[in-house]
């Protein structure tokens, strides 16, 4: 059974306030529980399977996404490289100077700290034309499919071609008929777009909205669309990790098959899941945190240590069955051919 934040403010009401909180109160103090529970204690629980698809060279994680823990790039086993990697002594050097030639494909950490899943892109002239596109930035819009979230603006930090830095709201647009990707009107009268052109974006502050928001870098003269992120209603300030796929040609289609870690994300809605399958560990672990309000420590410790220990039984018995030990042969990609470069379990 899979419990949800309505079965946890359940449990924990009693708890907050001696019984008399608001529910907003309760949820934010379930949240705050949940954000203990999962920085000290890494769960196998919280590993999840996604695969990318993406043409280019780099991806970005989904919001509740942590990092990739281990990897796949178009069916080989890859591995996966810290930020540090292009500064290594003797190592690959920097990126704008590699060739991609090299016969593996791995993944490199590229930071936790975008803004946007997506850069905007370059500029170009498109195939028979002469005009050059985006040479002078984008405008931007922004789009939710809750009516109730029209005219809510987002806080945009960015800079110009030129490399000087503004900060904008944007008011976001609803979808035409809260349908999502449908769009009715002309740009920047209908359909409100940036004031300013952007050539990149470092910091986004959303507001409390309802729904999703989409945001799309756009050339209001020739209607180029291009998508850049989706920010979740729970969250106020986006972050992305990005990865770039090493020796992998730019126009190329590149397949990742990634075991992530999932990070904590604020529950909103009731039927949002725990990532802790456990109410009885949530209710531990808000009962320490009263203790620790009211100046018990020592009550605090021993709650949260009982917490802890039903989280470590509980994500053992979801834990794959103990059986034959996987041995890796760290060599391997020197001793078999590129083709049979696959994780060997023996």
Same mark, same amino acid.
């Given at each position: 059974? @899979?419990?949800?934040?309505?079965?946890?403010?359940?449990?924990?009401?009693?708890?907050?306030?001696?019984?008399?909180?608001?529910?907003?109160?309760?949820?934010?103090? %379930?949240?705050? !529980? @949940?954000?203990?529970?999962?920085?000290?204690?890494?769960?196998?629980?919280?590993?999840?399977? #996604?695969?990318?698809?993406?043409?280019?060279?780099?991806?970005?994680?989904?919001?509740?996404?942590?990092?990739?823990?281990?990897?796949?790039?178009?069916?080989?086993? !890859?591995? %996966?490289?810290?930020?540090?990697?292009?500064? $290594?002594?003797?190592?690959?050097?920097?990126?704008?100077?590699?060739?991609?030639?090299?016969?593996?494909?791995?993944?490199?950490?590229?930071?936790?700290?975008?803004?946007?899943?997506?850069?905007?892109?370059?500029?170009? %002239?498109?195939?028979?034309?002469?005009?050059?596109?985006?040479?002078?930035?984008?405008?931007l819009a922004a789009f939710s499919t809750a009516a109730a979230d029209a005219d809510k603006t987002l806080t945009l930090r960015g800079f110009t071609p030129g490399g000087q830095d503004f900060t904008e709201a944007l008011v976001i647009n609803r979808w035409h008929g809260g349908e999502e990707n449908s769009l009715q009107g002309h740009w920047g009268s209908q359909i409100k777009v940036s004031a300013n052109l952007f050539a990149g974006l470092d910091r986004v502050v959303v507001p409390e909205v309802s729904a999703a928001i989409q945001l799309f870098?756009?050339?209001?003269?020739?209607?180029?669309?291009?998508?850049?992120?989706?920010?979740?209603?729970?969250?106020?300030?986006?972050?992305?990790?990005?990865?770039?796929? *090493?020796?992998?040609?730019?126009?190329? %289609?590149?397949?990742?098959?990634?075991?992530?870690?999932?990070?904590?994300?604020? $529950?909103?809605?009731?039927?949002?899941?725990?990532?802790?399958?456990?109410?009885?560990?949530?209710?531990?672990?808000?009962? !320490?945190?009263?203790?620790?309000?009211?100046?018990? @420590?020592?009550?605090?410790?021993? !709650?949260?240590?009982?917490?802890?220990?039903?989280?470590?039984?509980?994500?053992?018995?979801?834990? #794959?069955?103990?059986? *034959?030990?996987?041995?890796?042969?760290? #060599?391997?990609?020197?001793?078999?051919?590129?083709?049979?470069?696959?994780? #060997?379990?023996?």
């Amino acid at each position: 059974m @899979l419990y949800t934040l309505a079965d946890a403010r359940r449990a924990c009401g009693r708890f907050v306030e001696s019984g008399t909180a608001k529910p907003t109160i309760v949820d934010q103090r %379930v949240n705050e !529980a @949940l954000e203990r529970l999962l920085d000290i204690t890494p769960l196998e629980g919280l590993l999840r399977v #996604m695969r990318f698809c993406t043409q280019g060279r780099s991806f970005a994680l989904p919001h509740n996404a942590e990092k990739v823990v281990r990897a796949q790039v178009n069916g080989v086993a !890859a591995r %996966v490289f810290g930020r540090a990697y292009q500064f $290594l002594d003797a190592g690959p050097g920097d990126d704008a100077f590699r060739s991609q030639t090299g016969t593996y494909s791995d993944l490199e950490d590229l930071g936790d700290d975008w803004a946007l899943m997506y850069d905007l892109p370059a500029a170009f %002239v498109p195939t028979g034309g002469t005009t050059c596109i985006g040479n002078l930035g984008w405008s931007l819009a922004a789009f939710s499919t809750a009516a109730a979230d029209a005219d809510k603006t987002l806080t945009l930090r960015g800079f110009t071609p030129g490399g000087q830095d503004f900060t904008e709201a944007l008011v976001i647009n609803r979808w035409h008929g809260g349908e999502e990707n449908s769009l009715q009107g002309h740009w920047g009268s209908q359909i409100k777009v940036s004031a300013n052109l952007f050539a990149g974006l470092d910091r986004v502050v959303v507001p409390e909205v309802s729904a999703a928001i989409q945001l799309f870098a756009v050339d209001t003269a020739t209607e180029y669309l291009y998508f850049l992120a989706t920010y979740h209603p729970s969250v106020r300030r986006p972050q992305f990790r990005r990865y770039r796929i *090493t020796n992998h040609c730019p126009d190329g %289609v590149a397949n990742v098959l990634a075991q992530v870690q999932l990070r904590h994300v604020p $529950l909103v809605l009731d039927d949002d899941i725990l990532p802790v399958n456990s109410v009885q560990a949530v209710k531990l672990a808000v009962i !320490a945190i009263r203790e620790e309000n009211s100046g018990k @420590l020592e009550a605090a410790q021993q !709650a949260m240590a009982s917490a802890l220990q039903i989280v470590a039984k509980r994500d053992e018995a979801n834990t #794959m069955t103990h059986g *034959t030990p996987v041995i890796i042969d760290s #060599m391997r990609r020197w001793a078999l051919q590129p083709q049979h470069g696959r994780t #060997m379990i023996m």
